[in-house]
């Protein structure tokens, strides 16, 4: 059975401090991990999806990585504006497109 | 290009009833999935519909149903509704070949009394 496990489950930046956030996984057969946010009340909003160990991915002050057993998405210099929760999930060879989440990183960046 | 549109933004059913979400995909996307997101969780995946079909069910029981009309728009469908099925319930949406990702819609928040 896929497991995704994300950490920490809360993390509180001051503007411009950077840092970053930990998805370990373990599925059969990796068919893509996706990175996504969620703002309060409102529906993911999809940002990467990585295939392979060693794919970067890079949209503004957001970077993630991919490792075989985890990803990494770093934020460089937050805004205020990047709080929402970050969600990661796995799709494995032998499913038609189904998505298993964890429960997602809460990220507050204070001004 | 319209996004994934859902309806109705919230819901809200008493124990034992039925309630039927709706969804409409991104332009251009024929697949449908179904997933519930309880508070303070990742979405779960509820089932997968494409060519009219159900094509992959996630760990929900049989009063979890759903549809999937010609125009790809999808219909999910919940009996005999328990407290525990207070949830927001999300639409994505994609291709079946080609790119992997999902697109989600705002969802309906559906609360159970």
């Known amino acids: 059975e896929d497991q995704v496990t994300q950490s920490p489950e809360a993390l509180r930046l001051q503007e411009g401090e950077s840092s970053s956030l930990n998805c370990s996984y373990t599925?059969?057969?990796?068919?893509?991990l996706f990175w996504y946010r969620q703002d309060p009340g409102k529906g993911p909003e999809f940002l990467f999806t990585?295939?392979?160990a060693g794919e970067e991915k890079e949209k503004e002050r957001l970077k993630a990585t991919l490792t075989k057993k985890e990803s990494f998405l770093h934020i460089t210099a937050p805004k205020p504006e990047d709080s929402a929760t970050y969600l990661c999930?796995?799709?494995?060879?032998?499913?038609?497109?189904?998505?298993?989440f964890g429960s997602g990183t809460q990220l507050t960046v204070l001004p | 290009d319209a996004g994934v549109t859902q309806s109705p933004t919230h819901l809200i059913k008493t124990r034992g009833q039925q309630v039927t979400l709706r969804c409409s995909p991104k332009?251009?996307?024929?697949?449908v999935s179904w997933y519930q997101q309880a508070l303070g969780q990742g979405p779960q995946f509820i089932f997968q519909?494409?060519?009219?079909?159900?094509?992959q069910r996630g760990n929900f029981p049989d009063r979890f149903s759903g549809h999937q009309f010609p125009n790809y728009s999808s219909e999910l469908n919940v009996n005999a509704l328990l407290l525990g099925d207070s949830a927001l319930y999300l639409c994505?949406?994609?291709?079946?070949?080609?790119?992997?990702?999902?697109?989600f819609g705002p969802g309906t928040r559906l609360t159970v009394t």
């Open positions: 994505a949406s994609s291709l079946r070949t080609g790119a992997a990702e999902q697109y």
């Open positions: 599925v059969s057969g990796l068919r893509g």
């Open positions: 990585l295939y392979s």
């Open positions: 999930a796995v799709r494995n060879a032998g499913s038609a497109r189904q998505l298993t």
């Open positions: 332009s251009g996307h024929d697949t």
């Open positions: 519909y494409y060519e009219e079909e159900e094509r």
